[in-house]
């Protein structure tokens, strides 16, 4: 094959990858080609450069051919742009410096079988934050943090350690209240739900998700991590307190679902405006993406955020110092969801349903 030949052979392969995250289909097949969109806008404008450098561009196929993959990257682009410092902030830097209204968040999946339990108490204790999210924590886990951060000012728990990797575990120096562990889809996939008192006496709510990836022997569709992001997102949008919504998602900040989730919600996304913040895969550089998500509502501001060190899991962590600033505040502002999102939204709950009863159906008959 010529040079020619493969950069052409790539330009089908690209538009054909690009067009995938917008099919209307769950299978994790599909869903999967949402995760590697900042490697695919790479290549494409490799290829296209590559192309108009190599070739005498005469032929209207060759036109043809450059103008469709320019739309491809074009495309590909306008999904990952506003993960840019070019883009305009949807969360503010903070104007205020009140101690009594911050909240510093330090968010980590573990990796279950990793054993670095030193490497993650020493993050803990250089970032001081004051509220801890731990996912895939077993009781080996739960042991070994509570052993390394029992005087460490953290006197407020939630604990649900699993050996299915999809365990949690949630510390905080500041007080919780009515703090809940729901078993939305599965009743072996947790979420965690609080309100959350600030030293200022001011009360926050908080949801902890960590919905299973669309890709086997998890799930074979994004059915179930859609649904729970959906049913998440409409909590939130009816809450009357300032709300954050944290965790690893399973899903990429550009995707259809994770925009669904957000408009639906109305949350802020700090790293809009600001950069991707990679939190996976920590051990492969080329194939790194956001699977890990902090959105706050509108009344926060932001303090810092960073990407934390290697701690021997396949996540890095995930840090954010906020503000809670009374309005107006200068942040971005959400339009309400429409009708369209919000049906879109209920058709995603309403689809998972009817996947468990079917499950549910065939289980039966099977026995």
């Known amino acids: 094959m010529t040079?020619?030949?493969?950069?052409?052979?790539?330009?089908?392969?690209?538009?054909?990858?690009?067009?995938?995250?917008?099919?209307?289909?769950?299978?994790?097949?599909?869903?999967?080609?949402?995760?590697?969109?900042?490697?695919?806008t790479l290549l494409t404008l490799i290829a296209l450069l590559s192309y108009f450098i190599s070739f005498d561009i005469r032929s209207w196929?060759?036109?043809?051919?450059?103008?469709?993959l320019g739309v491809c990257f074009i495309l590909q682009l306008t999904k990952i742009y506003p993960y840019t410092p070019l883009a305009e902030k949807?969360?503010?830097?903070?104007?205020?410096?009140d101690p009594q209204r911050t909240l510093s968040i330090l968010a980590l999946n573990v990796l279950q079988k990793n054993?670095?339990?030193?490497k993650v108490i020493d993050e803990v204790l250089t970032k001081d934050a004051d509220l801890l999210i731990f996912t895939e924590t077993d009781q080996i886990w739960q042991k070994e943090l509570r052993k390394g951060l029992s005087n460490f000012g953290y006197d407020y728990r939630l604990e649900m350690p699993l050996d299915n990797t999809y365990g949690m575990i949630l510390y905080s120096k500041y007080r919780l209240i009515d703090p809940q562990i729901k078993f939305l889809l599965q009743d072996s996939i947790p979420s965690m739900h609080m309100l959350m008192r600030?030293?200022?006496?001011e009360v926050i709510e908080?949801?902890?998700?960590?919905?299973?990836?669309?890709?086997?022997?998890?799930?074979?569709?994004?059915?179930?991590?859609?649904?729970?992001?959906?049913?998440?997102a409409k909590m939130?949008?009816?809450?009357?307190?300032?709300?954050?919504?944290?965790?690893?998602?399973?899903d990429v900040a550009w995707s259809e679902s994770t925009s669904l989730f957000q408009n639906v919600s109305q949350l802020l996304d700090p790293r809009i405006g600001r950069g991707f913040y990679n939190t996976f895969n920590s051990n492969i550089f080329l194939f790194r993406w956001p699977l890990d998500h902090l959105f706050v509502s509108e009344e926060f501001k932001l303090m810092d955020l960073q990407v934390g060190s290697n701690v021997g899991s396949d996540h890095f962590p995930y840090y954010a110092k906020l503000m809670l600033e009374p309005f107006p505040n200068g942040?971005?502002?959400?339009?309400?969801?429409?009708?369209?999102?919000?049906?879109?939204?209920?058709?995603?709950?309403?689809?998972?349903?009817?996947?468990?009863?079917?499950?549910?159906?065939?289980?039966?008959?099977?026995n």
Do not use: C
Request: hydrophobic residues 40%; glycine residues 4%; charged residues 30%.
């Open 3 to 40: 040079f020619k030949g493969f950069l052409q052979g790539f330009g089908i392969v690209a538009v054909i990858l690009s067009i995938f995250p917008f099919v209307a289909s769950d299978y994790w097949w599909i869903r999967m080609f949402d995760y590697p969109h900042v490697q695919l």
């Open 61 to 68: 196929r060759d036109y043809a051919f450059m103008g469709i």
């Open 90 to 97: 949807q969360v503010k830097e903070n104007d205020l410096v």
């Open 115 to 118: 054993t670095e339990y030193k």
């Open 198 to 201: 600030l030293p200022s006496e």
């Open 206 to 232: 908080i949801h902890i998700i960590h919905p299973t990836p669309p890709l086997p022997p998890h799930d074979a569709s994004s059915t179930d991590r859609d649904a729970m992001m959906m049913m998440v």
């Open 236 to 250: 939130a949008n009816n809450s009357k307190f300032p709300v954050i919504v944290a965790g690893d998602f399973n």
């Open 331 to 366: 942040n971005k502002e959400i339009e309400p969801p429409s009708k369209d999102e919000l049906e879109d939204a209920e058709k995603q709950i309403e689809k998972e349903n009817k996947k468990d009863a079917e499950e549910k159906k065939e289980a039966a008959e099977g």
